[in-house]
């Protein structure tokens, strides 16, 4: 088993930045590809970005591209996300997730962490 927690969420002005942080305990993630996603209110659970588990091949939605990048520290069991100009509808609560592949993540979930940005 693999468990998930974020940190790092919290209010910031449109035009900002946060860094949210997933540290893993339990197994080592070095061999799962990693994600986030986010859920705003009223809205389906939607994905952000993931990262293999080399940490070689990243892919965003097209909607945080060129704004947010995923980075991972496998000695650390960790894995970042690091959101530029955020802007009001990157609000939501963001999740990490872990997974076979960047395609297939899921298999573990964290709890979550707000993010609110106000314009």
């Known amino acids: 088993q693999v468990q998930l927690v974020e940190s790092g969420g919290g209010l910031v002005q449109a035009g900002g930045s946060l860094r949210l942080s997933c540290a893993a305990s339990?197994?080592?993630?070095?061999?799962?590809?990693m994600g986030w996603f986010r859920q705003a209110p009223g809205k389906e659970r939607e994905f952000v970005a993931a990262?293999?588990?080399?940490?070689?091949?990243?892919r965003y939605a097209d909607s945080v591209k060129a704004r947010f990048t995923i980075s991972r520290d496998n000695a650390k069991n960790t894995v970042f996300l690091q959101m530029n100009s955020l802007k009001p509808e990157d609000t939501a609560v963001y999740y990490c997730?872990?997974?076979?592949?960047?395609?297939?993540?899921?298999?573990?979930w964290g709890q979550g962490t707000q993010v609110t940005v106000s314009s």
């Open positions: 997730a872990a997974g076979s592949g960047t395609l297939s993540l899921g298999d573990y």
């Open positions: 339990g197994r080592t993630i070095s061999s799962y590809a």
């Open positions: 990262v293999s588990w080399t940490g070689g091949s990243t």
